[in-house]
């Protein structure tokens, strides 16, 4: 891709979901994540990407746990819980439902 593009609100939460559903991360593995993901589409600023995490973990979707980094540093993994594994399918049907009528709206002539 090239050009980034800003996140559209309340994409946020589901975007973290998804990438912790691929399997455990911390803060900058998940923003890194979401770019790779996106190629280099998506970028998640660390001042959205905190105050999601913890609000996602005061929901009990995740969960998080002191560990090491690759590159040596303390560092917060965060996984989802079996609570979050259900918002994450709920916001994603939620999501495509959303894309589909928007993509209706935009093919109506």
């Given at each position: 891709m090239?050009?980034?593009v800003d996140l559209l609100q309340g994409t946020l939460d589901l975007l973290i979901l998804?990438?912790?559903?691929?399997?455990?991360?911390?803060?900058?593995?998940?923003?890194?994540?979401?770019?790779q993901l996106s190629e280099d589409a998506l970028q998640v600023?660390?001042?959205?990407?905190?105050?999601?995490?913890?609000?996602?973990?005061?929901?009990?979707?995740?969960?998080?746990?002191?560990g090491t980094s690759p590159e040596g540093r303390r560092v917060k993994f965060y996984r989802l819980t079996d609570g979050g594994r259900r918002a994450f399918a709920d916001e994603r049907?939620?999501?495509?439902?959303?894309?589909?009528?928007?993509?209706?709206?935009?093919?109506?002539?």
């Open positions: 090239g050009e980034a998804k990438t912790l559903a691929l399997g455990p991360l911390h803060g900058w593995g998940i923003s890194k994540r979401v770019r600023h660390q001042g959205s990407l905190y105050p999601a995490l913890y609000r996602l973990e005061d929901r009990g979707w995740i969960e998080a746990e002191w049907a939620s999501w495509r439902t959303f894309v589909a009528a928007v993509e209706q709206v935009l093919q109506a002539t």
